[in-house]
C-alpha cells in the first residue's frame, strides 16, 4: 500500500472531528466527508504505521444516514463538517463524542455516564441559526474583492455571501460592503503582503428584535468616504449600529482593540426567553440583553434559551442561594438566575462585557447582582473577601476550560452545587475529573445542541457534593 492507491472501504465509526473511519488491509483509515455505514473509493493521502488519511473519491453505496449538503461549498469551507449527515444522526454523534471524552479523557466508567446521561437537546430547524457571522475580506484569482469563509484548515477564501447556517439579511449587508469596496476602490487586506485595508466583516443579528449590527475589521484608521459606506448599509432594514474596529496587527484575533461606531448606536439588543425544561417550550418570561460588537453573545439564540433554562433548572435556585457565575460575558446566565436566587456575582475578564452586563441588569429591573472585571481564577483570590459564600457556581469558559487556579478555589469554597457550561467537551471532561477528585460528583449531563452541521456541541453538567 502507497499513497495515491486508491482502496475501497466501508466507514464503521465517526472521529471527533467528524471524520469517516474504516479498515482496510488491517489499517484504519480516516476518510473525512464519509459517513458511518457508507462504502467509498477513497485515495490514499498519508500512511503511518498501522492507519493513514485517505480523500473521498466516489461513494459506491451510501449510507441511509447521508443527505445531500444543502451548501455547494459543505465539503470545502471549513465552518461545516457533517452537513453530509441527517440531523437525527448528527444528533447521535454529538451524544456519542460528548460520553466518549468523559470515558476517556475523564476516566468515568461507562456505566455511570449512560446513567446519568440525558439525551442530546436537538434543534427545530438546523440551518439559518447564527446570529453572528465574521466574514474575511480577501481577493480571488481574478483580483476581485469576495467575502466568503476560510476552506478547511487554511486561510484562503472561498467567496460565499450567504451561509445556510447564517441569516439571510448577512447577503445583503457583504453585497453592500463589496459593491462600496468596488466603487471606491477600497482595498481588502492581504495576509500574505500584511496590506490593504478590510480584513474582516462582523455582522450580528438579534433574533428577538431583528435588529444588524455591522463592524468591519481595518487595518487602518479609516475607510475613505466611510460616511457613504454608512450610509449605504444604514439604509438596510433594521441596521442599528455600525461601526469601524481597528486591527493593524498580524493576528488570526479577528478583532482588535478599539472600535469606533460610524453610524447609529455602539449597541444592538436582543432577548432571550425562559423555556420549560420538560418539553423546551416557551414560557413567557424574557430577558433584555444589549451587545456590543466585541463581547461574547452566544450564536444560536434558540438553543441558548434551551441552554440556559437547562442551567436555572439544574442549578435548583432557591431564594436563599448566592450564585457566583464565572465567565460570565455580558451577564446573560448571571441575569436569567438572578430572579431565582439571592445574589449573583459575575466575573468576565472583557471590561466591555461587563459594562454591557451592569447596563443588562438595569434594562432588566434586576437590582440582586454585581459585576466584576478580572481573570476568574485571580478575581477569586483577590475579591474573595467582598463576595458572599456561594451555594452555586456556574461556569461556563472558553474551549481551553477552566484554569486551574479557578478549580482550585472552587474546590476550596465548597459550594453545594456546580453547574458547568462547556462548548468542548474534551476540556469539560478534564476538568471534571479535577472536580470530581476534589469531592465532587457529577449529578447530571446534557448537551445541548448549538451548532447544526458542525462537529462542535454545548454540554450543561450539575455536578453536586459527594
Ligand atoms: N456565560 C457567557 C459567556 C461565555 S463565553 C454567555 O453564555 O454568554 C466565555 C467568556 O469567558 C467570554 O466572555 C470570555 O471573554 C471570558 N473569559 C475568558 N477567559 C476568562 C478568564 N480567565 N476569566 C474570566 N473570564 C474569561
Known amino acids: 500500500m502507497k499513497k495515491n492507491d486508491l482502496i475501497e ?3 464503521e465509526d465517526i472521529g471527533t472531528d467528524g471524520e469517516g473511519i474504516g479498515r482496510y488491509d488491517n489499517m484504519t483509515f480516516f476518510v473525512k466527508d464519509a459517513v458511518i455505514g457508507d462504502t467509498v473509493l477513497a485515495k490514499i493521502m498519508k500512511l503511518k504505521k498501522n492507519y493513514g488519511y485517505a480523500r473521498l473519491v466516489e461513494i459506491k453505496e451510501a449510507s441511509p444516514k447521508r443527505v445531500e449538503p444543502r451548501c455547494l461549498y459543505a465539503r470545502s469551507c471549513g465552518g461545516c463538517q457533517i452537513q453530509q449527515m441527517d440531523y437525527q444522526s448528527q444528533l447521535a454523534f454529538k451524544q456519542r463524542k460528548i460520553r466518549g471524552n468523559l470515558i476517556r479523557l475523564g476516566g468515568f466508567a461507562e456505566e455511570y455516564i449512560d446513567d446519568i446521561m440525558e439525551p442530546v437537546v436537538g434543534m427545530e430547524e438546523p440551518y439559518f441559526y447564527r ?24 486561510h484562503s477564501i472561498i467567496a460565499n455571501t450567504d451561509c445556510i447556517l447564517g441569516v439571510p439579511v448577512n447577503k ?103 423555556r420549560d425544561t420538560t418539553d423546551f417550550k416557551r414560557v413567557g418570561k424574557k430577558t433584555v440583553y444589549q451587545i456590543s460588537p466585541e463581547c461574547f453573545y452566544q450564536v444560536n439564540p434558540m438553543q441558548t434559551e434551551k441552554l440556559y433554562s437547562l442551567v436555572l433548572d439544574y442549578a435548583e435556585l432557591t431564594k436563599e442561594d448566592i450564585v457566583w457565575d464565572l465567565y460570565c460575558g455580558i451577564g446573560t446566565i448571571s441575569l436569567f438566575l438572578a430572579r431565582s436566587a439571592k445574589w449573583v456575582y459575575g466575573v468576565e475578564v472583557v471590561p466591555q462585557a461587563i459594562a454591557d452586563a451592569k447596563e443588562n441588569a438595569k434594562l432588566n429591573g434586576i437590582s440582586n447582582v454585581s459585576f466584576m472585571v478580572g481573570k476568574a481564577e485571580e478575581v477569586l483570590i483577590d475579591k474573595k473577601e467582598s463576595m458572599q459564600q456561594p451555594d452555586v457556581i456556574v461556569v461556563d469558559p472558553p474551549r481551553k476550560g477552566c484554569d486551574g487556579e479557578c478549580l482550585k478555589t472552587m474546590l476550596k469554597v465548597r459550594p453545594e452545587r456546580i453547574v458547568y457550561v462547556s462548548c468542548d467537551s474534551a476540556t469539560l471532561a478534564r476538568d471534571l475529573r479535577v472536580l470530581c477528585d476534589g469531592g465532587y460528583e457529577i449529578v447530571k449531563v446534557r448537551g445541548v445542541d448549538q451548532f447544526g452541521q458542525t462537529v462542535h456541541t454545548e454540554t450543561c453538567v450539575l455536578l453536586g457534593r459527594k
Open 9 to 11: 472501504l466501508t466507514i
Open 131 to 154: 446570529n453572528k457571522a465574521q466574514f474575511p475580506i480577501g481577493r480571488n484569482a481574478e483580483g476581485e474583492i469576495i467575502a466568503g469563509f476560510y476552506a478547511g484548515r487554511t
Open 172 to 274: 445583503q449587508v457583504l453585497e453592500t460592503v463589496l459593491g462600496f469596496m468596488r466603487d471606491y476602490g477600497v482595498s481588502a487586506y492581504d495576509e500574505n503582503t500584511k496590506k490593504g485595508l478590510v480584513r474582516h466583516v462582523l455582522i450580528r443579528y438579534g433574533f428577538d428584535t431583528k435588529e444588524i449590527m455591522v463592524c468591519l475589521v481595518i487595518n487602518g484608521k479609516r475607510i475613505p468616504e466611510e460616511t457613504i459606506l454608512a450610509a449605504r448599509l444604514g439604509e438596510i432594514e433594521g441596521m442599528k449600529s455600525i461601526s469601524v474596529n481597528v486591527n493593524r496587527e498580524n493576528t488570526n484575533v479577528i478583532l482588535g482593540s478599539t472600535t469606533r461606531v460610524i453610524w447609529g448606536e455602539p449597541v444592538i439588543h436582543d432577548a432571550l426567553y425562559l
